[in-house]
């Protein structure tokens, strides 16, 4: 399993969960990275906190998600 940090509700840094998730296998066209280390960045802190609301639950670490 991987691990993931993830946020249920807005708050302060007592909302953040270390969580166990499932990566599944990629499709067609697509890879499968391994971040070893993942950046957090302003934006993570406005959504963890509501600033930037975002739909719950959520992940944090947005600069090593590939859209």
């Known amino acids: 399993m ?19 998730v499932e990566v599944t296998a990629p499709g067609p066209g697509m890879v499968t990275l391994e971040n070893r280390a993942i950046g957090l960045n302003f934006i993570d802190t406005y959504h963890r906190s ?6 719950l639950p959520s992940g944090l670490g947005l600069e090593g998600r590939a859209s």
């Open 50 to 55: 509501g600033l930037y609301p975002v739909a």
């Open 2 to 20: 991987t691990m993931a940090v993830r946020i249920a509700a807005t708050g302060g840094p007592e909302v953040m969960e270390l969580v166990e």
